[in-house]
């Protein structure tokens, strides 16, 4: 079985969608709707949602390490505007804004 | 074996609550009466033995094995990353290999990945979702680990958090969370500290703390450190 290609490119910006899933998945309420930059490729994996019914998980879906700005996620932050959070979102949950990170704010 | 083929009575034990266990298991606590989530698990796991997809055997084994692990065997892996840049770089471009060379087996249940500490990046594990943790390196995690509390605390202020953890970080390190979504597992490379040139990878290993390897804590300083010595 061949991994499925993977759509999205490190340095992609990208949005989580922020639509209501019924029963299980592994996107956080607190993520959806937010802005991120694509920062890692983690590899197919089966799906979870469907993996939580008794389902095959297919078709397999790329993982992404997604890093979202502290400041974007929380309006009242209360660190620093060099902080991030980083987290692994499957790639039917992504949408694509620009093929270009914002190199003043994501850089590793 | 199969189930079926044991010759054993199905004799039943009353001595928990009343409750019939037809198969023998240890309990770790004697919380009584049980909880409604441990009456469950009880149920289900007598369904898998019943149904011979799973034997008491396996059960026990698996027990065992998450049992054999501990902060102590992540600390170790630390130290050598410390002293062997090369295998730094391999656990940090292929954790599950590097890993296997120290003879540490992860399963298949999930891949790891290490988040290296820098001087100016600080990293630190969360689970929001549930509680997935690096349990094959780190063995079983804290209670706060799984609480609610942290949970939902150290992503939305990981500096407050840090501070009552007494890890007060300088404004100009980024503060970086890691929130174990989905099928990886993290765990944290912290920096070797000043002062430590010539230890033994021993005498390193000693000073990396669990809450090290979760980021909520960096390994302390020799100068108060009883490794020191």
Redesign the interface.
């Known amino acids: 079985m061949s991994a499925p290609a993977p759509r999205f490119r490190i340095g992609d910006v990208v949005r989580v969608d922020s639509r209501m899933a019924l029963g299980h998945c592994?996107?956080?309420f607190?993520l959806r709707g937010k802005t991120g930059v694509i920062v890692g490729i983690?590899?197919a994996?089966h799906d979870?949602e469907k993996l939580a019914y008794h389902k095959p998980g297919l078709p397999r879906q790329v993982?992404y390490k997604v890093r979202f700005k502290?400041s974007d996620?929380?309006p009242n932050?209360?660190?620093?505007p060099?902080?991030?959070?980083?987290?692994?979102?499957?790639e039917h949950w992504l949408m694509r804004i620009s093929a270009e990170a914002r190199s003043d704010s994501h850089a590793a | 074996m199969p189930h079926d083929d044991h010759d054993h009575h199905h004799e039943h034990s009353h001595e928990h609550g009343g409750q019939p266990y037809r198969h023998p298991f240890q309990r770790d606590h004697d919380a009584d009466p049980a909880s409604p989530y441990e009456v469950l698990e009880q149920a289900i796991r007598e369904l898998l033995i019943e149904k011979g997809i799973l034997t008491s055997e396996e059960i026990y084994a698996q027990v065992d094995l998450m049992d054999s692990r501990s902060p102590a065997l992540g600390a170790k892996v630390v130290a050598r990353a410390w002293v062997d840049p090369a295998f730094k770089d391999r656990l940090l471009a292929n954790t599950r290999a590097a890993l296997a060379e120290l003879g540490i087996d992860i399963g298949s249940l999930a891949d790891f990945r290490v988040v290296e500490n820098t001087a100016d990046v600080h990293n630190v594990i969360v689970c929001t979702l549930c509680s997935c943790y690096p349990k094959m390196l780190l063995g079983i995690p804290p209670a706060w680990y799984k609480s609610l509390a942290y949970r939902s605390r150290v992503v939305v202020d990981p500096r407050g958090v840090l501070r009552e953890f007494g890890l007060e970080l300088p404004d100009h390190v980024e503060v970086r969370v890691h929130d174990s979504t989905a099928d990886l597992r993290y765990f944290v490379l912290p920096r070797r500290p000043e002062g430590t040139e010539g230890w033994s990878e021993e005498q390193l290993a000693s000073i990396v703390t669990r809450d090290c390897m979760i980021g909520t804590a960096v390994p302390v300083e020799p100068a108060t450190s009883a490794a020191a010595e």
């Open positions: 592994r996107t956080p607190f983690q590899g994996f979870p993982l502290q996620l929380w932050y209360r660190g620093k060099h902080d991030h959070l980083e987290a692994d979102i499957y």
